[in-house]
């Protein structure tokens, strides 16, 4: 899989962005310090000041790729469902029992991220823990229905309905497997958030991913009633 990244390109709306910041050095340097920075002080408290500062440069070189923090954390969260909509077709590939789909497709949707892939410049694993933390900020806004129509989340919600087509396949009777899957994906971030910073709302199990385990639960029991 890591060879083929490399040359795979990931849909990301040019809504999000002034100029494509992944076809120059600079744009580069901006997604991966950018990426640093988010992880390492959060969402808030990160500006575009403090970013150029980090790679050396003005304010006004990042304001020719983004014209705001959250056009730059609209571009990461996008590409991030991108990829992973391309890690899940890569998981399924020949995979016949639409059981087995969706136990993989649950699996890649609430574990951990906890390796970087060849091949791409932008360090997954930090991404990851960005989407966990912070991604609901793209979306809780007053402008959410504007940039609905310009298919900004087109990828987010490709990849819930995609595996909520799994659920129809196993009961094609049962009402809500889009409302299902999206509450397995956020349900599962806040899930990850509480085990490392308020663990007494989660439970942990010795020898087992007891996030993945319990949504793994949740699904097949709910759509097998």
Same mark, same amino acid.
């Given at each position: ?29 901006? *997604?991966?310090?950018?990426? @640093?920075?988010? +992880? /390492?002080? =959060? ?5 575009? !000041? ?89 979306? *809780?806004?007053?402008?959410? @229905?504007?940039? +609905? /129509?310009? =298919? ?5 919600? !490709? ?67």
């Amino acid at each position: 899989m890591n060879n083929i990244l490399s040359k795979v390109v990931f849909d990301v709306k040019e809504s999000t962005f002034l100029k494509d910041p992944q076809t120059s050095d600079l744009g580069n340097r901006i *997604l991966e310090s950018g990426i @640093d920075l988010i +992880n /390492e002080i =959060g969402f808030d408290a990160f500006t575009f !000041r403090k970013l150029a500062q980090s790679i050396s440069s003005v304010e006004a070189s990042i304001y020719r790729y983004f014209e705001s923090k959250h056009k730059l954390l609209l571009y990461l969260t996008t590409w991030y469902w991108s990829f992973t909509e391309y890690r899940l077709e890569f998981k399924l590939a020949n995979v016949d029992s639409a059981e087995d789909r969706l136990r993989r497709s649950i699996i890649l949707l609430t574990s951990e991220l906890d390796e970087n892939f060849t091949g791409l410049n932008i360090d997954v694993v930090k991404l990851s823990n960005i989407v966990i933390v912070e991604s609901s900020k793209a979306y *809780l806004t007053k402008d959410v @229905d504007q940039e +609905n /129509e310009e =298919g900004i989340f087109l990828g987010y919600k !490709r990849l819930v309905e995609r595996v909520g087509d799994i659920v129809l396949e196993i009961n094609p009777t049962f009402k809500y497997p889009n409302m299902l899957i999206s509450t397995v994906v956020e349900g599962a971030h806040n899930q990850r958030f509480f085990a490392q910073h308020l663990p007494r709302l989660t439970n942990t199990v010795e020898g087992e991913d007891a996030i993945t385990e319990f949504y793994l639960q949740m699904v097949f029991k709910t759509i097998t009633k």
